[in-house]
T-cell receptor
Framework: AQSVTQLGSHVSVSEGALVLLRCNYSSSVPPYLFWYVQYPNQGLQLLLK??????LVKGINGFEAEFKKSETSFHLTKPSAHMSDAAEYFCAVSTTGGFKTIFGAGTRLFVKA | GAVVSQHPSRVICKSGTSVKIECRSL??????MFWYRQFPKKSLMLMAT?????????EQGVEKDKFLINHASLTLSTLTVTSAHPEDSSFYICSARKGLAGSGYPQRAYNEQFFGPGTRLTVL
């Protein structure tokens, strides 16, 4: 079985500060891992994905995430927060053999001016 | 690109009526589409997996007679909420899986889902 845990339902940072959104996963097989962003009343946009290639994955809008198998983590980071980064972020896990993608509970990012 | 559209984006209906939501993959074929439901300030809950040409697979606890899913072509899946009630009010999101196993698509592409913009259903 697979699961995803996002630590912190809300994260608040100042504009220009480091963004760190935490995600831990559980999977009995090598996982595919994703980070999605959702703006109010919109669908999900893929930020980045890990598909067993490089462990450090760079995505759109300056975000990146590092797959750490020993820690079963896939934390999302951005060096400098921008006001436009304020949104809901979802970590998700899937496998090549399965059809399901399991989403974490989400973390709402607030960016203060 | 890989674009998925949903129609309508927003619908308000009276209790007891049925509502159909369409999900289309605009520039790729999708043998598998997924329907999710998202409650306010909550995560996405997978409702069902829609396979082209066959019956949908529903998740535990989802009423298949309440939420009818049809995947008649490689680019279209529909979700019909029958006899809608206020508790069915929610944000419904579809996604489409790109590619087919053995079709030549890279394995990495096979597992990626592309999401529609969502449909806000309000039942009065």
């Amino acid at each position: 079985a697979q699961s995803v845990t996002q630590l912190g339902s809300h994260v608040s940072v100042s504009e220009g500060a480091l963004v760190l959104l935490r995600c831990n996963y559980s999977s009995s097989v090598p996982p595919y891992l994703f980070w999605y962003v959702q703006y109010p009343n919109q669908g999900l946009q893929l930020l980045l994905k890990y598909t067993s290639a490089a462990t450090l994955v760079k995505g759109i809008n300056g975000f990146e995430a590092e797959f750490k198998k020993s820690e079963t983590s896939f934390h999302l980071t951005k060096p400098s927060a921008h006001m436009s980064d304020a949104a809901e972020y979802f970590c998700a896990v899937s496998t090549t053999g399965g059809f399901k993608t399991i989403f974490g509970a989400g973390t709402r990012l607030f960016v203060k001016a | 690109g890989a674009v998925v559209s949903q129609h309508p984006s927003r619908v308000i209906c009276k209790s007891g009526t049925s509502v159909k939501i369409e999900c289309r993959s605009l520039d790729f074929q999708a043998t598998t589409m997924f329907w999710y439901r998202q409650f306010p300030k909550k995560s996405l809950m997978l409702m069902a997996t829609s396979n082209e040409g066959s019956k949908a697979t529903y998740e535990q606890g989802v009423e298949k007679d309440k939420f009818l899913i049809n995947h008649a072509s490689l680019t279209l899946s529909t979700l019909t909420v029958t006899s809608a009630h206020p508790e069915d009010s929610s944000f419904y999101i579809c996604s489409a899986r790109k590619g087919l196993a053995g079709s030549g698509y890279p394995q990495r592409a096979y597992n990626e889902q592309f999401f529609g913009p969502g449909t806000r259903l309000t039942v009065l």
